[in-house]
C-alpha cells in the first residue's frame, strides 16, 4: 500500500524543547518537502530535499532543521528557536511529471502544539 | 504583492449549486497549475493538474487557465455536501517548487 506517511499524529511540545516529526514515503520519490500551514495562510514552504543528503531552505526555515539520510525518510525537527511552532505541518514528495513539471502528494499531517 | 492571491472566503452554497473558486497570479514563469481538496484535519489530495491555457475536465470539477491574465479557476458542477472542504490552488515553474494560494473554504448545505 503506497503512499505517505507521517507520525505522530499529534505532538504536544513544552516550552524550549525540541521535538522531531517523522515522514516516510515507499513512492520511491526523489524529492520531498516540508511545509507548514496555518489559518489564513495556505501552505508555506520550510525545507526540501531533492536528492539524498542534500538539501534546501524554504521561505520560513529558521527555527527548524532536516536530514536526508535515506530516500525514503526526510525527519523535521522543530528547535527551541522556532518561537511560534503551533501549527499544522505536512510533508510532500514529487513525482515527475510532463516536460519536468512536478505533481506534489502529501502525507495525513502532524499537529503541533506548544504547552 | 503575493505571488499567488486566492480569496480565502468563506463560501457558503445550497446543494446542486454551481461552485467558481479563482487565483491569480503575478509570476508569468509559472508552467502548470494544480488544485488541491483539503478536508479538515487531513492532508491536501490532488484534485486537478494542468500545464496549458484552456479547459480541462474531470467528472463535475473543470479546471481553466488563462496564461494571457494570470488567472486559473476551478468549477464545481451540481456541488455535494462532500465537497465541502478548502480548496488549495498550487503553481509550479521549473524550480521543482511551488507556490500555494491562501486556500478557500468551501461550505455545501444540504
Known amino acids: 500500500d503506497g503512499g505517505i506517511t507521517q507520525s505522530p499524529k499529534y505532538l504536544f511540545r513544552k516550552e524550549g524543547q525540541n521535538v522531531t516529526l517523522s515522514c516516510e514515503q515507499n513512492l520511491n520519490h526523489d524529492a520531498m518537502y516540508w511545509y507548514r500551514q496555518d489559518p489564513g495562510q495556505g501552505l508555506r514552504l520550510i525545507y526540501y530535499?531533492?536528492?539524498?543528503?542534500?538539501?534546501q531552505k524554504g521561505d520560513i526555515a529558521e527555527g527548524y532543521s532536516v536530514s536526508r539520510e535515506k530516500k525514503e525518510s526526510f525527519p523535521l525537527t522543530v528547535t527551541s528557536a522556532q518561537k511560534n511552532p503551533t501549527a499544522f505541518y505536512l510533508c510532500?514528495?514529487?513525482?515527475?511529471?510532463?516536460?519536468?513539471?512536478?505533481?506534489?502528494?502529501f502525507g495525513p499531517g502532524t499537529r503541533l502544539t506548544v504547552l | 504583492q503575493k505571488e499567488v492571491e486566492q480569496d480565502p472566503g468563506p463560501l457558503s452554497v445550497p446543494e446542486g449549486a454551481i461552485v467558481s473558486l479563482n487565483c491569480t497570479y503575478s509570476n508569468s514563469a509559472f508552467q502548470y497549475f494544480m488544485w488541491y481538496r483539503q478536508y479538515s484535519r487531513k492532508g491536501p489530495e490532488l484534485l486537478m493538474y494542468t500545464y496549458s491555457s484552456g479547459n480541462k475536465e474531470d467528472g463535475r470539477f473543470t479546471a481553466q487557465v488563462d496564461k494571457s491574465s494570470k488567472y486559473i479557476s476551478l468549477f464545481i458542477r451540481d456541488s455535494q455536501p462532500s465537497d465541502s472542504a478548502t480548496y488549495l490552488c498550487?503553481?509550479?515553474?521549473?524550480?521543482?517548487?511551488?507556490?500555494f494560494g491562501q486556500g478557500t473554504t468551501l461550505q455545501v448545505k444540504p
Open positions: 498550487a503553481m509550479g515553474s521549473n524550480t521543482g517548487k511551488l507556490i
Open positions: 510532500a514528495s514529487t513525482s515527475p511529471g510532463l516536460a519536468g513539471t512536478d505533481t506534489q502528494y
Open positions: 530535499s531533492q536528492i539524498v543528503n542534500d538539501f
